[in-house]
């Protein structure tokens, strides 16, 4: 019972930090377009890359989680199944 207390408690506070680490990004959007118009227009279309890359790797991070949570789960089962088996 303690154990699986502490793993809930673990499970919802890395949720949480998730979470509390995405709410930075949400007000972003209007201000980025904003200076990558303001430079397109000036002639630098560099920035337009590093914001293509950004959208990449907002786009990549919640399958990444979702993978890396999956196959923790995956094999957590596989060894409960295998304890089980064992009994």
Same mark, same amino acid.
């Given at each position: =019972?303690?154990? %699986?207390? @502490?793993?809930?408690?673990? *499970?919802? &506070?890395?949720?949480?930090? &998730?979470?509390?680490?995405? %709410?930075?990004? &949400? ?5 980025? @377009? ?8 000036? $002639?630098? %279309?560099?920035? $337009?890359? $590093? ?9 990549? =991070?919640? *399958? ?5 949570? $999956? +196959? +923790?789960? *995956? @094999? ?10 064992? @009994?």
């Amino acid at each position: =019972m303690k154990n %699986t207390l @502490r793993k809930i408690f673990q *499970y919802s &506070f890395l949720a949480f930090a &998730f979470l509390l680490v995405q %709410t930075n990004s &949400f007000a972003q959007c209007a201000m980025c @377009r904003a200076s990558v118009e303001n430079n397109v227009s000036n $002639g630098d %279309t560099s920035i $337009g890359a $590093g914001l293509n890359n950004g959208i990449l790797y907002l786009f990549i =991070m919640p *399958y990444l989680m979702a993978a890396v949570i $999956g +196959f +923790f789960w *995956y @094999r957590a089962a596989k060894k409960k199944k295998a304890k089980l088996a064992i @009994r």
